[in-house]
């Protein structure tokens, strides 16, 4: 069984900064690519930002500049530092990883319980 949990959500100020975090845990053979979604209110669901095993990203137009993905590959974890928050960020943040499970055969698509991130003043 693999679990991916997130932390670092929260309220912030418009300007403001928050980073998030996600670990997966579970018996993992590997992780590919690593991301961050959102959803918010009344939307769907969208990819915010995305990086390879070997550290190749992807990000949305919104954020790009503003939002910065990494992962740490021996924890298994990824990050997601923003920066310049503005409101039409607040969105449930979901994190996301293509994990080849132990005995699984093949990777797999896992994903976060969500934390919330709410900008306003």
């Known amino acids: 069984q693999v679990q991916l949990v997130e932390s670092g959500g929260g309220l912030v100020q418009p300007g403001g900064s928050l980073r998030l975090s996600c670990a997966a845990s579970?018996?993992?053979?590997?992780?590919?690519?690593m991301g961050w979604y959102r959803q918010a209110p009344g939307k769907q669901r969208e990819l915010v930002a995305a990086?390879?095993?070997?550290?190749?990203?992807n990000y949305a137009d919104s954020v790009k500049g503003r939002f910065t993905i990494s992962r740490d590959n021996a924890k298994n974890a990824v990050y997601l530092q923003m920066n310049s928050l503005k409101p039409e960020d607040t969105a449930v943040y979901y994190c996301?990883?293509?994990?080849?499970?132990?005995?699984?055969?093949?990777?797999?698509?896992?994903w976060g319980q969500g934390t919330q991130v709410t900008v306003s003043s």
């Open positions: 996301n990883a293509d994990v080849f499970a132990e005995g699984s055969g093949w990777y797999s698509d896992y």
């Open positions: 579970g018996h993992i053979f590997r992780i590919n690519t």
């Open positions: 990086i390879t095993r070997i550290g190749s990203t």
